[in-house]
């Protein structure tokens, strides 16, 4: 199997949970290399995410590892043999690797959640208000550049799955752009907060308990939870977290968010209100 030059974050999750399988049964690369009959040096590229595994060497490394989890195995077996070409393949080459491999990570997600500080969710944002918000956190970038970027976020959108959404009032006041942006990119939530798979709830400047709960991040579900992902967000892409402690914080993180803040109906009213402000 050829080596990968640049894997996805989709091929490192799978090589990240090959390698903590082998070290929690206790086994060396090589000892690993050894029982599957195959060179220390493509243990060494499978756990890196350089190379592929076929379903037959999965299932064999995972019987070694004694690793008794079908669930989780089969799960392991589907990322290592997905070969479906997304829609954000378009833009390989075009944006920075994190931006593919965020869509990809929302295109598989059982549901996602945000939490939101400063900005609106990308998933979210009108056109208009993306552009703002790329504009000012590079200014470097090209008209045609920010387009591209504005085109790919635009597109996420249109994906539809179970999306918890907690904005904080400061993102909903701040004007990335104009009045009119900002007029737009609240009607748009209202809109947003109608649909059927998404639940938007508001925290107030006004409500207690929300210091020290406060880090913006998306929550993707993957197929198990120990598959889920925390992506945080970056002015060149996203940082993608996976660790099981970290996971945890962040599940807790997000319920200390949601219970400081506004239900959905008042929420939406908390948004009318605003927008009628501008």
């Not at 990240?16 to 049964?25: G, K």
Request: charged content about 30%; glycine content about 4%.
């Amino acid at each position: 199997m050829s080596t990968r030059r640049e894997p996805t974050a989709r091929q490192l999750r799978l090589a990240t949970e090959l390698r903590r399988l082998r070290d929690a049964a206790g086994l060396t690369a090589r000892e690993a290399a050894t029982l599957l009959g195959v060179s220390n040096v493509q243990i060494s590229q499978i756990e890196a995410g350089l190379s592929g595994v076929s379903e037959q060497r999965l299932r064999r490394l995972a019987s070694h590892y004694a690793c008794t989890d079908d669930e989780f195995i089969d799960a392991l077996v589907a990322m290592a043999t997905d070969r479906t070409r997304g829609w954000w393949e378009e833009y390989r080459g075009l944006l920075p690797t994190p931006f593919l491999d965020l869509a990809e990570l929302e295109q598989s997600a059982a549901f996602l959640r945000d939490v939101a500080i400063l900005f609106v969710p990308g998933r979210l944002q009108t056109a208009d208000y993306a552009r703002a918000v790329f504009s000012s956190r590079l200014p470097g970038l090209t008209d045609d550049e920010i387009e591209v970027r504005v085109r790919h976020r635009m597109q996420r959108q249109e994906r539809t799955v179970p999306h918890e959404v907690v904005i904080h009032e400061a993102a909903l006041r701040i004007r990335v752009s104009n009045r009119a942006t900002s007029k737009a990119q609240l009607a748009r939530l209202l809109e947003f907060s109608e649909a059927d798979h998404i639940v938007l709830r508001v925290v107030p400047f006004e409500l207690d308990d929300f210091a020290g709960a406060s880090s913006t991040m998306t929550y993707a579900g993957g197929p198990l939870p120990k598959l889920d992902t925390v992506v945080r967000d970056a002015p060149h892409g996203s940082v993608f977290i996976d660790s099981e402690a970290q996971l945890n914080t962040y599940r807790t993180s997000f319920r200390r968010v949601e219970a400081a803040s506004f239900d959905a109906d008042r929420s939406r009213e908390f948004i009318c209100k605003l927008a009628q402000e501008l």
